[in-house]
């Protein structure tokens, strides 16, 4: 069983900074990419940022150049700064990590239990 445990939300005035950490722990897995998802009240489900095992990363449009997603080198920690936070950032946020189990064993996707990230005016 894979474990994703998030910690670093809370409530920040406009313009201010948060750090989002994920520890992954539990079955061995061969990832695929790491990131953040978020979900705001009556919206869905998106992609913020994610990182792959080569490094590379990817972000949300509304996020480029004030977020910057980071990880460990074994992918056990994957890290989400936040930075000139807006209201419309709050959400609650998702740990994500894709991998696979075992060689042929499709992509599977895991999930954190989330944590609520409120800006404030």
């Known amino acids: 069983q894979v474990q994703l445990v998030e910690s670093g939300g809370g409530l920040v005035q406009a313009g201010g900074s948060l750090r989002l950490s994920c520890e992954r722990s539990g079955t061995d897995l061969s990832i695929i990419t790491m990131g953040w998802y978020r979900q705001a009240p009556g919206k869905q489900r998106e992609l913020v940022a994610s990182i792959s095992s080569g490094g590379s990363t990817a972000y949300a449009d509304s996020v480029k150049g004030r977020f910057t997603i980071s990880r460990d080198n074994a992918m056990n920690t994957v890290t989400l700064q936040m930075n000139s936070l807006k209201i419309e950032d709050t959400a609650v946020y998702y740990c994500?990590?894709?991998?696979?189990?075992?060689?042929?064993?499709?992509?599977?996707?895991?999930w954190g239990q989330g944590t609520q990230v409120t800006v404030s005016s």
């Open positions: 994500n990590a894709r991998g696979k189990i075992y060689i042929g064993s499709p992509p599977t996707d895991y």
